[in-house]
């Protein structure tokens, strides 16, 4: 992407400022939650994974899904959409590196990652997953390499399978990290894993479709042809389907067996703010009128699709703290049957409200995104060479 | 011979001295770190375990706690973000209206969810049963206490003060108790079991399950015992009476 005028130029660099800048408060929030320990957080010893998590992981499954547009293209054989590949890549690498820091970075003790590199527990999905993170960003960048490079474009289509099957398996990962916690009402259940992968293919898709836009627009250039748009905006409309739909199987089975009703009923109709962040902003804000944005005719153009995009976005975020955080405040049932009480809070929901250093660490994984692939589509040719046609032809 | 290799063999010799001497005292280290600090090695003859008698255990009595707070250098108070590697927690039958009062604390399961889902192996499980975390390997990333069935891990949420030399602690990283295998390595009891018998209660009873003799397979065999969640199959090495 070679900004075309001084004013776009200007732009690229006050972008890059902005998104460096907030790197650098999540670096200080961060550092400032290490010398004064978590107690500085809204986190205790009943919701142990806070606001934080919500970003890692949001930043996470929507890398895993930012591969969409080139797996379609590689895997797929869908010509249209093989331009936008590169982008696609550097998406996927820029998300899970602004994932992974906030990650690193709200761990106890994160000058200790080195032996999280050097000592594994092959029984734990968390050691599976450091290798699976790793593995996608190693695989992207051959993939990159592969799509960049004219003499390796053969190479394109194994090195794109590879990845497809990769970030299949990572996000079974992820979602499994919740799926294998087998004591909590909120999680151990199989169908976490395929949950987050049709979130990762909504939330992706959405990340992609914003990127795209503005990119494009920073580089003077359509963001985006026509047909190839009402593919995408139809692809982002049935993938938010299909994570409805795989909410609601993971809701509707929980409600069928007695032991859940007491967590369902928290989560869904009494447990504020829980029940009006599911409700309100994953459910209408988040699926309802994205849907209807990206599926009524009335709205087909890119504005409308990237406001749905952005909608999408905002949704998995509310999903995510309901999912994370009123999971662990919902209390454990250790003694069933029984009324519990005790100085270490058992019985009770935890009331974690989280603080600024929490929120700003979060932010600056987004922001770090947002650098990775601003700077990433400066360096390297990520954009379709078409719309520059497009453009030069205007 | 000439000079030089007169001038080398010197040399050589004396960097021999002086490497040695600076390897002695780390090799020195390195043994005391080694070494046992009880007699015999960790068997995995001996299952050790507890039996909690809730019919014994006093509604409001704390001696159990305040022992284990005293013990391990524990601050004793109880804010959310504080640790707690034993509370006392009451229960009340929500049919019948019955009412119990019980400690809890890390159950030392057979089957740690907690060893599990440890990325770095920080959380292991001893040969005689004791769960424990080693706060070198800890990474600080919660999913223990994420995975524990029982709420009894506790992160370090501030600067530690007060620590004992046998209770290593650290902010960043998670504990819980220890069955305070630093007396039991010594042939000694965990010290809430003798608070408690101090107290006159005699609610808890420590020994090795493994050991037909002990009094707590013999009282294991008599009772009627439960694990709690036993739905989980961990096999608990706490067990409780009158639940």
């Known amino acids: 992407m070679e900004p075309t005028s001084a004013s776009s130029r200007r732009a690229f660099w006050a972008l890059l400022a902005a998104g460096g800048a907030l790197v650098a408060v999540a670096l200080g929030a961060a550092h400032y939650m290490e010398v004064h320990g978590h107690a500085v957080t809204g986190m205790n010893n009943q919701v142990v994974w806070g606001l934080p998590h919500v970003f890692a992981i949001f930043l996470i499954v929507a890398a895993s899904g930012a591969l969409n547009v080139a797996s379609i293209g590689s895997v797929f054989g869908e010509a249209a959409y093989k331009p936008h590949s590169p982008l696609s890549v550097l998406l996927t690498v820029a998300l899970l590196a602004g994932g992974l820091m906030v990650l690193v970075l709200d761990l106890g003790r994160p000058e200790r990652l080195v032996v999280a590199a050097t000592h594994y527990n092959f029984r734990s999905i968390f050691a599976w997953n450091m290798i699976l993170y790793n593995g996608l960003f190693a695989i992207c960048a051959l993939y990159l390499w592969a799509l960049l490079e004219r003499r390796l474009g053969g190479y394109a289509k194994p090195v794109g399978l590879a990845a497809f099957a990769w970030r299949i398996i990572l996000t079974t990962g992820t979602g499994s990290i919740f799926g294998f916690l087998v004591a909590r009402q909120a999680y151990a259940s199989g ?4 949950l987050f992968i049709a979130l990762s293919l909504a939330w992706g ?9 503005g990119l494009a627009r920073l580089a003077g250039r359509e963001p985006m042809d026509a047909e190839l748009h009402a593919r995408v905006r139809r692809l982002l409309a049935i993938f938010v389907i299909a994570a409805l739909y795989f909410v609601a199987v993971h809701h509707l089975t929980n409600l069928y067996w007695a032991k859940q009703a007491a967590f369902e009923r928290f989560i869904l109709v009494t447990g504020a703010p829980y029940p009006a962040l599911f409700w309100g902003g994953f459910v209408v804000a988040g699926s309802a009128v994205p849907l209807v944005l990206l599926l009524h005719p009335g709205f087909a153009g890119p504005r409308a699709t990237a406001a749905a995009s952005l909608l999408v976005s905002l949704g998995a975020l509310a999903f995510l703290y309901v999912f994370i955080i009123g999971g662990q405040a919902f209390p454990l049932e250790i003694f069933p049957g029984y009324e519990v009480a005790s100085a270490f809070h058992d019985g009770q929901v935890d009331g974690y409200a989280p603080s600024l250093p929490e929120f700003l660490l979060g932010l600056g994984g987004i922001a770090a995104a947002f650098v990775i692939a601003l700077a990433g589509a400066r360096a390297l040719p990520v954009l379709p060479p078409d719309t520059v046609a497009v453009a030069a032809a205007k | 011979m000439n000079p030089v290799d007169q001038r080398r ?16 005292p780390g090799v020195i280290l390195y043994d005391y770190a080694h070494a046992k600090q009880g007699a015999e090695p960790v068997s995995g003859k001996v299952r050790w375990g507890m039996l909690i008698d809730t019919t014994k255990c006093a509604s409001g009595c704390r001696e159990c706690v305040d022992a284990c707070n005293r013990e391990n250098g524990l601050p004793g108070s109880t804010r959310p973000t504080d640790s707690q590697w034993i509370r006392k927690v009451d229960l009340k039958d929500l049919k019948s209206g019955k009412a119990v009062s019980l400690p809890v604390m890390c159950q030392h399961c057979a089957e740690p969810p907690c060893v599990d889902v440890c990325p770095t192996g920080a959380s292991f499980k001893r ?4 769960v424990l975390v080693d706060r070198h390997t800890c990474i600080g990333c919660r999913y223990c206490m994420m995975a524990c069935p029982y709420k009894a891990r ?4 501030e600067p530690t003060t007060g620590q004992k030399p046998d209770v290593p602690r650290g902010k960043g990283c998670v504990e819980s108790c220890t069955l305070c295998v630093h007396k039991v390595d010594r042939g000694g009891t965990p010290s809430c079991v003798e608070a408690c018998a101090a107290a006159g209660h005699g609610a808890i009873v420590f020994g090795d399950l493994n050991d037909p003799a002990s009094e707590i397979s013999k009282r294991v065999r008599a009772a ?3 694990q709690l969640r036993a739905d ?12």
């Open chain 1, 191 to 194: 169908v976490i894993a395929p």
């Open chain 1, 205 to 213: 898709l959405a990340a992609f479709h914003l990127a795209q836009c």
């Open chain 2, 9 to 24: 063999r010197d040399f050589l010799g004396k960097a021999a001295v002086a490497a040695g001497a600076m390897i002695a």
């Open chain 2, 127 to 130: 040969e005689d049963g004791i």
């Open chain 2, 154 to 157: 506790s992160f370090v949420h």
């Open chain 2, 224 to 226: 009627t015992t439960t």
């Open chain 2, 232 to 243: 989980l199959r961990t096999d608990n090495g706490v067990r409780y009476q009158g639940l």
